[in-house]
Antibody, heavy 122, light 107 residues
Framework: EVQLVQSGAEVKKPGESLKISCKGSGYSFTSYWIGWVRQMPGKGLEWMGIIYPGDSDTRYSPSFQGQVTISADKSISTAYLQWSSLKASDTAMYYC???????????????WGQGTLVTVSS | DIQMTQSPSSLSASVGDRVTITCQASQDISNYLNWYQQKPGKAPKLLIYDASNLETGVPSRFSGSGSGTDFTFTISSLQPEDIATYYCQQYDNLPPSFGQGTKLEIK
C-alpha cells in the first residue's frame, strides 16, 4: 500500500527557516515523482513543484520558483519542502503528493499525504 | 498559465438530488481534466481522471464529461457522505492548475 506520511504541524515566526518532510513507503521511492501542493486557509489548491528522487530532477511552478526548495533523500525515502525565510503569507496546509507524470507534467494526483499545517505568526 | 473557472462556488441540494458542477478552461485542454473531492479536514481524493474515467473504488453515482474547454461533473443521486468541496484540475500544460472549488452542502 502506497503511503505518504508527513511531519507534524509547525508554528514559526516571520524570518525563520523551516524544512518539512514526507516519507514514502509501499513503492519504489526512486521510480516516481513526488511533490507538494499548497492550500491556504479557506482557499483552493496550488501545485508547487515536483522532484524525481532517482536523479533529483526538480520542477517548480513559476509562482513558487525561488520561494521554496524541494529536495529528496532517497536513502530514507523522504522528500522535503524548505523555506529560508518564512513570511506570514506562507501560513497554509502543505500536502505531499505522488502524481502520475507525463514527461515532466504531473497529470493526476493519485496519492496524498495527510498534510502539514504551517503557521507563521509573530 | 491555464485558468480553470468552476461554477457554482457553492451549492445546496437535498439527498437524492442530481447535482451538476461545471468547469471551464481558459484554453483548449482536450480531455486533460480531473475531478477531486475534499472532505473537511482531509486531503483531496481523486474521483475522475481524463475527464470521464471513474477512479477505482469510486461509486458510480459520480460521473464526468466534456472536452476542449467545457467540462461537467455530476452526482446522480446526492448522498449525505458527498458533502465536500469539489475541484477540477487541468494537466494540459505546466503548471497544472485547479479550479477554485465548489462547496456542496445538504439542504
Amino acid at each position: 500500500e502506497v503511503q505518504l506520511v508527513q511531519s507534524g504541524a509547525e508554528v514559526k515566526k516571520p524570518g525563520e527557516s523551516l524544512k518539512i518532510s514526507c516519507k514514502g513507503s509501499g513503492y519504489s521511492f526512486t521510480s516516481y515523482w513526488i511533490g507538494w501542493v499548497r492550500q491556504m486557509p479557506g482557499k483552493g489548491l496550488e501545485w508547487m513543484g515536483i522532484i524525481y528522487p532517482g536523479d533529483s530532477d526538480t520542477r517548480y511552478s513559476p509562482s513558487f520558483q525561488g520561494q521554496v526548495t524541494i529536495s529528496a533523500d532517497k536513502s530514507i525515502s523522504t522528500a522535503y519542502l524548505q523555506w529560508s525565510s518564512l513570511k506570514a503569507s506562507d501560513t497554509a496546509m502543505y500536502y505531499c503528493v505522488r502524481p502520475m507524470v507525463r514527461g515532466v507534467i504531473p497529470t493526476s494526483f493519485d496519492y496524498w499525504g495527510q498534510g502539514t499545517l504551517v503557521t507563521v505568526s509573530s | 498559465d491555464i485558468q480553470m473557472t468552476q461554477s457554482p462556488s457553492s451549492l445546496s441540494a437535498s439527498v437524492g438530488d442530481r447535482v451538476t458542477i461545471t468547469c471551464q478552461a481558459s484554453q483548449d485542454i482536450s480531455n486533460y481534466l480531473n475531478w477531486y473531492q475534499q472532505k473537511p479536514g482531509k486531503a483531496p481524493k481523486l474521483l475522475i481522471y481524463d475527464a470521464s474515467n471513474l477512479e477505482t473504488g469510486v461509486p458510480s453515482r459520480f460521473s464526468g464529461s466534456g472536452s476542449g474547454t467545457d467540462f461537467t461533473f455530476t452526482i446522480s443521486s446526492l448522498q449525505p457522505e458527498d458533502i465536500a468541496t469539489y475541484y477540477c484540475q487541468q494537466y494540459d500544460n505546466l503548471p497544472p492548475s485547479f479550479g477554485q472549488g465548489t462547496k456542496l452542502e445538504i439542504k
